[in-house]
């Protein structure tokens, strides 16, 4: 099942691959990549602030146990230097003492005292093997010397830099912490002002809702005028209820002197 499963994703990629092969040629590769870029870019650049301060928070004080590490080098450093120092002391005194002894034994050799401390007589023969097996240990140590002491200056440069490659770290430990707190000030300014002034970051958007609301008022204006001077320009009837016994014409002819011949007006009274 697995087996058929890979098959067919083997398939598919080569196909997928063939089909990119036909549509941009040998430049495929070339698009395959730039889109993963972007790709890549898009979904970085949709990550928000906040998250990337947390995550460079994260990175620094992933710091510490590499400056704790730094630290402990340093001190097994300068340890192993100490060490090496009195190591170069002691060798230093024991080449000094065979020195001594052999420029006595050498002495004693001129002379021709072959009596030596102690009352022991040596003949000239044993005296020179002796002062020859004391002259190679002599030389041998010191060539230990030297070699130690030439490490020695190794290890005082190894204890330097290590010092200074913790040193390094310190210092960049605390200036990228310094530098994240001056970022997520700046954002928290950032955000300070967005909320006392909303429209601040989108001034189109901001002009146009303007535009839009002056259109309106505009038009409920000019509604408003329309109706009005339709009100003053147009012929509205009025309707009136009229008492069914009332007289209407016999009122007009009594006010305007036009009764009936034979009655007198209003008029003709006075």
């Not at 609301?213 to 012929?235: C, H, N, P, W, Y």
């Amino acid at each position: 099942m697995i087996c058929k499963v890979a098959k067919k994703g083997l398939i598919g990629a080569a196909l997928g691959a063939a089909a990119l092969g036909l549509i941009f040629g040998t430049a495929a590769p070339s698009y395959v990549k730039t889109t993963f870029h972007k790709a890549r870019q898009s979904v970085k650049g949709s990550v928000p602030v906040e998250f990337e301060i947390d995550r460079a928070k994260q990175e620094i004080a992933a710091l510490k146990p590499a400056i704790d590490d730094a630290i402990e080098a340093v001190v097994k450093a300068e340890f192993e230097v100490g060490r090496l120092e009195k190591e170069i002391v002691a060798t230093r005194e024991e080449l000094n003492l065979e020195g001594r002894q052999l420029q006595a034994l050498n002495e004693h050799l001129k002379t021709g005292d072959l009596h030596l401390t102690g009352g022991v007589a040596y003949s000239e023969k044993e005296l020179k093997n002796d002062l020859a097996r004391k002259m190679d240990h002599y030389k041998l140590v010191k060539n230990v010397l030297g070699e130690k002491q030439e490490t020695l200056k190794i290890r005082q440069k190894n204890v330097l830099s290590a010092r200074q490659g913790l040193e390094a770290m310190k210092t960049a430990k605390r200036d990228l912490t310094a530098r994240v707190e001056g970022i997520e000030a700046r954002l928290n300014q950032i955000k300070a002002a967005r909320t006392s002034n909303e429209y601040s970051f989108d001034e189109s958007a901001v002009g146009r809702a303007k535009e839009t609301v002056t259109e309106l008022e505009a038009k409920l204006e000019q509604m408003a005028r329309i109706d009005e001077l339709k009100g003053q320009f147009s012929d509205r009837s009025i309707t009136i209820t009229v008492d069914p016994t009332r007289d209407v014409t016999k009122e007009i002819d009594a006010e305007f002197n036009s009764a009936p011949k034979g009655e007198k007006t209003t008029a003709d009274k006075f």
